[in-house]
């Protein structure tokens, strides 16, 4: 099961020392921070970077109680990556932690998607060209 995007959100916001049991969030703000996610990811999918979640062409009908669709072992590189980009909004400065954590995410992500299908590459005899096949002497 994967975090929903609200989670998402909660938890950048936590990255930062912004909880929401200490700070009182806005339907805005969390709004602000989701509408700053799917455009992360939007820019993501164009580098090849696929986690399944749901893009919406219109920011206006993305949903925060939604699921993110996003494997489980992604979710921490969006929370650390979300948390810097929302962090100026905040008058916060990311911890050097949260820095090394999104870049290593982002990278371990662009790894992640870079790997051939190994379906594809599997050999088999089916997928032997018969001019490559060895003849019989």
């Known amino acids: 099961m994967s975090y929903s995007k609200r989670q998402i959100v ?16 806005t339907p805005d703000q969390f709004d602000s921070a989701l509408k700053r996610l799917d455009a992360m990811i939007a820019e993501w999918s164009i580098k090849g970077i696929d986690l399944g979640y749901p893009i919406t062409a ?21 929370i650390s990556n979300l ?17 090394q954590s999104a870049k290593t995410g982002y990278e371990s992500l662009l790894i992640m998607n870079a790997r051939p299908d190994r379906k ?18």
């Open 120 to 137: 594809s590459t599997r050999l088999n005899s089916s997928h032997i060209p018969l001019s490559r096949m060895p003849s019989s002497a």
């Open 83 to 99: 948390a810097l980009k929302i962090a100026p909004s905040y008058g916060k400065s990311p911890s050097p932690d949260t820095k």
């Open 10 to 25: 909660e938890q950048a916001f936590e990255e930062l020392g912004l909880a929401t049991y200490v700070f009182d969030m």
């Open 58 to 78: 219109d920011p206006e009908n993305s949903e925060l109680a939604s699921s993110s669709n996003v494997p489980t072992w992604a979710s921490q590189a969006l």
